[in-house]
């Protein structure tokens, strides 16, 4: 009995030799959940979390399935519409949005926070749909986003979101409408929809190749972000962040060799938005030091440097 009860002590405590090494790694899930709680404890307001490693496929969440304004997180939802639309153009079909086809500056289409559209000439500078693109995902301008909204349709947005099986992710007006948006017309979506958009927007299942290489060197476009914004400067990563008064979200996926993944961390109802945007990058660097480990060490968790290969 004391030999059965002493086995039992060293498998509880996984000191078995020759266990299966994979026991190991949900240890640090626990331990990337646990420190996700603690941001979420400081932090005065709402927090929703989506993390899914697209090796694996396995996921951490919390609060994942309530509904957060999304403000320029949208885009990424835009975006996507305007590459599907691109693959049906170019297969033949009529009146889809192609990233070639031309537009013109107008006045009238210019809306408040268009740092880059608002500075260039009316009637004189011309564009392509892709340039639009480009300018929504860097430097989040409006005008651009709504120019690439009327031309791609609204209801096509959501019609795409709904072919997804996305319920809750939903483009319901423009860039800087205050009266939709005071009528509650909000853009909105969930952390696990917004994860499971880029999942399978990253498998292919939105947009094919090559135009998903070109879709995610556009959503990877230099930026002003907090999932990036303690991480090494040489990950990539394709990601939309959006600010609202009480609202900070990012979204996006890290592409880090041997292991990427998807992070989705959204807030809402925050006393200060500072802390909302803290609290996304505390949770980005906890992932990023989570995945980094799991990519370059082998299922026993030994790390070998290039230099410091020799054996010990």
């Known amino acids: 009995m004391k030999k059965l009860l002493g086995m039992a002590l060293l498998m509880a405590s996984g000191a078995v030799h020759g266990g299966p090494p994979a026991e190991k790694q949900p240890l640090l899930w626990e331990h990337l959940r646990v420190t996700i709680a603690d941001v979420e404890r400081h932090l005065d307001g709402v927090l929703g979390v989506a ?185 990539r990563i394709a990601n939309k962040p959006g600010s609202l008064e009480g609202v900070r979200n990012d979204s996006g996926i890290v592409f880090l060799r041997n292991r990427p993944y998807v992070i989705c961390v959204m807030t809402t109802y925050l006393a200060r938005e500072r802390a909302g945007e803290e609290a996304i990058s505390a949770i980005s660097a906890a992932a990023y030091g989570t995945f980094d480990r799991l990519a370059r060490a082998s299922e026993y968790g030994r790390v070998i440097s290039p230099a410091n290969s020799s054996p010990r």
């Open 51 to 235: 993390i899914l490693d697209l090796t694996s496929g396995q996921e951490l969440v919390v609060h994942a399935d309530e509904v957060f304004p999304q403000a320029s997180s949208i885009k990424i939802a835009v975006l996507a519409e305007l590459y599907h639309q691109a693959a049906q153009a170019r297969q033949g079909a009529s009146g889809k949005a192609d990233l070639a086809d031309r537009y013109v500056v107008s006045a009238a289409d210019l809306v408040p926070d268009s740092d880059i559209l608002g500075g260039l000439t009316p009637g004189v500078t011309q564009l392509t749909n892709r340039d639009l693109a480009t300018m929504m995902v860097a430097v989040s301008d409006n005008s651009a986003a709504n120019v690439l909204i009327d031309r791609v349709g609204m209801a096509n947005v959501t019609a795409l979101m709904e072919g997804q099986g996305l319920r809750q992710t939903r483009l319901r007006r423009k860039m800087m409408d205050l009266k939709a948006a005071a009528e509650g017309r909000e853009n909105i979506s969930t952390p696990r929809e917004m994860m499971t958009l880029l999942e399978r927007l990253y498998h292919g299942k939105v947009v094919a190749e090559p135009l998903l290489a070109d879709f995610f060197q556009v959503l990877a476009t230099h930026k002003d972000s907090w999932l990036p914004r303690d991480l090494p400067d040489d990950v």
